[in-house]
């Protein structure tokens, strides 16, 4: 019986509803949209999502955050054929205006940092070895350094180190003629040797707490 | 006009594709014809008032909640965008296409018969289950004209780059594949272990089939289209396209199969009047303020006697807590969403690939395809847009919305500006329709790949042509077992044929099976 209530109960609400057109109306097409968007791919609190292939946004500093929106906003980032990742966030940041891009880092500012789950294991003995050349630029204990232009590097996905490590190698990042930064990272990544050397290196970095 | 291909040569590439053996092995098989497809019964058993949370608002989303609110469950859905239905969305005068990096609102004439299917679009007859809520919640359909023989096949290496008509293609290969197969019988290639009772009743079919002539020849058909007369003179044939013209181009293999029904296709589908959404409206207005709007989820964590899920709306992180939680977030958006899944569902959720789908649509001034005889159906072209649709509703009507691209599987829209979009489809339909880029107004575009909480369209399992592994097969069963009985993950990504709404439904239907099981063996 009461089963029988509760779908009268439902029919007559439907009897009362409106119709489809005019209920996409209804729920609320806000009439001038922002461009915060970053947690659909980056993840909740822009903790990160490996699905996506999307890195941890939340504790990136502002600074930092800002020139890489720039960069992929002029396609000094981005635009490689074989970086696909890079080249589904181009577009997002094509159309960010300068309040926008001051907005999503203030915003993302806010975002409580939590350092990322380690996914990779390698040699973090050998790794820290290899890390004493990226702790000129990057801090001894990958906390980033503004002066220097090098972002943080602990508390990053590991896997998205791993990735970007391989792109500046291969010149699928950093070979844009802007990209001063991402000059030199092509030039010091060819100090790791191989695969293993870099599992090594993002090993050792996830010992580092920001 | 050029030679025909030898009879070799076509058998050699019989051959290729498994030989004849296969074709006779095949009518063994006959006996696995499926039955009739029906609906799911659910008859859940009557509730108590258990909480629900159910994340998202898909199709299966939706049917969950209308099959628990039934039974008495008390359902709360969290929709992290502005409206209702995921990839069942239909544009229409003042939708917002919520593309990242692509802001797009409709400006289309308000007109009921002016919409576009921007996701799912067609509902195939064996789709018992979309069919049976349709029927319940009282949503009109109409048919969907999913082929026509008179509209278009165009490519830039057949026929100089002109268009033919789908029937002048289709009457022409069959003419060609029956000829070629006929003077094969008899020769103890192809009928070997055919009865002569058998050989007879195939070569007439073929006959009639591929429309020979007295010698077995194929010389034309009118099936292609008359030449001149037909109706008040004798019809005369029209010139035969040679077979190496046809095969000039890779269409056929959509030219071809369109009219196949089984996996979902056919000649014959069927659309709610006004747009898919009305089966989401339908469902989403007898579910009222149940479901939230603007509401992320932010964090999914499975408990004991329940799950929690943390939500932002306004501004403010709100708990959810429920029973039972019913998840159709797509698998590659959840990932990036903090929760205690084991690690063997996470890595299947991250297998997932997502799907690349992309379409367009413009505001026709006129229904200048009705000048062609073309009133439904879909054309093919060569090119990234791939599809032409022409709307089969409001025949003679003065304008009709235009499906100007569908194309999957590769990158294309995903990575092209609006403007290279549009003339990407404008270039490729005014190959076919002289006038095609003046009749365009007001064109949309949809990359699926970048919808905001979305960012994909079908989801994509197998990474092999040749089907699913034995890993994909046990990472597909991890993830549609509910997590400690009280997690379910739904929609088509927990099915093995994704993209459709049956499916997605079925996925639905699946997980509350496994509820209700576990509520009616639960302890008084």
């Not at chain 1, 996506?52 to 960069?71: F, S």
């Not at chain 2, 029973?323 to 890595?347: A, K, Q, R």
């Not at chain 2, 990474?463 to 994909?472: A, F, I």
Request: net charge negative; hydrophobic share 35%.
């Amino acid at each position: 019986m009461k089963k029988l209530i509760t779908v009268t109960a439902l029919m007559l609400s439907a009897l009362c509803s409106i119709s489809a057109s005019a209920a996409e109306g209804d729920v609320g097409v806000a009439a001038t949209m922002d461009d915060r968007y970053c947690t659909t791919c980056h993840g909740a609190d822009g903790v990160g999502n490996l699905a996506i292939e999307a890195p941890r946004l939340a504790g990136m500093e502002g600074w930092y955050l800002k020139r890489q929106l720039e960069n992929f906003r002029a396609g000094i980032r981005g635009t490689h054929a074989e970086d696909i990742p890079g080249l589904e966030m181009q577009p997002m940041a094509e159309k960010l205006s300068n309040e926008s891009i001051t907005d999503l880092v203030d915003w993302i500012g806010g975002w409580e940092y939590v350092p990322a789950a380690v996914t990779v294991e390698g040699n973090d003995r050998q790794g820290r070895t290899a890390f004493q050349s990226c702790a000129a630029c990057h801090g001894a204990n990958a906390e980033g350094n503004e002066a220097l232009g090098a972002p943080a590097l602990a508390g990053q996905n590991d896997w998205y180190l791993i990735t970007q490590i391989e792109n500046f190698r291969s010149g699928v990042r950093g070979s844009h003629q802007d990209d001063t930064f991402g000059a030199q990272m092509v030039t010091m990544s060819k100090t790791l040797r191989d695969e293993q050397a870099i599992l090594n290196v993002v090993s050792y970095i996830n010992t580092l707490q920001k | 006009m050029t030679t025909p291909v030898t009879r070799r040569e076509f058998l050699n590439l019989l051959g290729a594709y498994g030989g004849t053996s296969a074709v006779l092995q095949a009518g063994a098989a006959l006996g696995f014809m499926p039955n009739t497809s029906q609906a799911a019964d659910i008859s859940l058993m009557a509730n108590n008032g258990k909480k629900v949370a159910i994340l998202g608002t898909g199709i299966s989303a939706l049917t969950t909640a209308w099959e628990l609110t039934k039974a008495g469950y008390d359902c709360t859905l969290l929709e992290a965008s502005h409206r209702p239905g995921g990839r069942m969305f239909t544009v229409r005068s003042g939708t917002v296409i919520d593309e990242i990096g692509n802001y797009q609102r409709c400006e289309w004439d308000n007109d009921p018969h002016l919409y576009f299917n921007a996701g799912a679009a067609r509902i195939p007859s064996i789709h018992s289950s979309v069919l049976k809520y349709c029927k319940e919640l009282e949503v009109e359909l109409q048919v969907f004209v999913n082929e026509s023989k008179t509209a278009w096949v165009q490519d830039d290496a057949m026929n100089g780059g002109k268009p033919i008509r789908n029937t002048d293609y289709s009457s022409s290969m069959n003419g060609f594949i029956s000829e070629m197969l006929t003077k094969s019988l008899g020769k103890g290639q192809l009928d070997s272990d055919l009865t002569e009772s058998e050989s007879e009743t195939l070569l007439g079919m073929l006959r009639s089939f591929g429309d020979l002539n007295e010698d077995m020849l194929y010389k034309g058909s009118v099936r292609a289209g008359y030449g001149s007369g037909g109706f008040l003179d004798h019809g005369t044939k029209r010139d035969v396209v040679a077979l190496r013209d046809l095969l000039k181009t890779r269409l056929a293999g959509s030219v071809m199969v369109t009219t196949q029904e089984g996996t979902g296709s056919g000649p014959l589908l069927m659309q709610p009047v006004g747009g898919m959404d009305r089966i989401i409206y339908a469902f989403a207005n007898r579910l009222g303020d149940r479901i939230k709007f603007r509401a992320p989820v932010t964090e999914v964590m499975v408990k004991d006697d329940g799950v929690e899920v943390a939500y932002e709306q306004d501004g403010e992180t709100q708990l959810l807590k429920a029973d039972y939680c019913f998840n159709c977030i797509p698998s590659h958006l959840m990932s990036g969403i903090p929760n205690n899944f084991p690690d063997e569902y996470t890595e299947a959720m991250n297998y997932i690939r997502r799907g690349r789908a992309y379409k367009a649509a413009f505001q026709a001034k006129e229904r200048f395809w009705e000048k062609e005889n073309i009133y439904g159906g879909i054309t093919w072209v060569n090119a990234p847009s791939a599809q032409i649709w022409y709307p089969p509703h409001n025949i003679h009507g003065k304008k009709g919305i235009v499906l100007s691209a569908y194309n999957f599987g590769g990158a294309n829209y995903t990575e092209m500006s609006q403007e290279d979009r549009i003339e990407d489809f404008l270039s490729a339909g005014e190959k076919v329709h002289p006038n095609y880029r003046e009749m365009c107004e007001k064109p949309i575009t949809i990359a699926w790949h970048r919808m905001n909480h979305m960012l994909g369209c079908a989801p994509r399992w197998a990474r092999s042509r040749g089907g699913w592994s034995e890993k994909e097969e046990h990472m597909y069963e991890t993830l549609r077992a509910p997590v400690n009985g009280r997690h379910y993950m739904i929609g088509d990504q927990a099915t093995q044929h994704s993209a459709w709404m049956e499916s997605a439904i079925q996925s639905a239907h699946y997980a509350l099976a496994d509820l209700d099981q576990r509520v009616r063996t639960e302890p008084a």
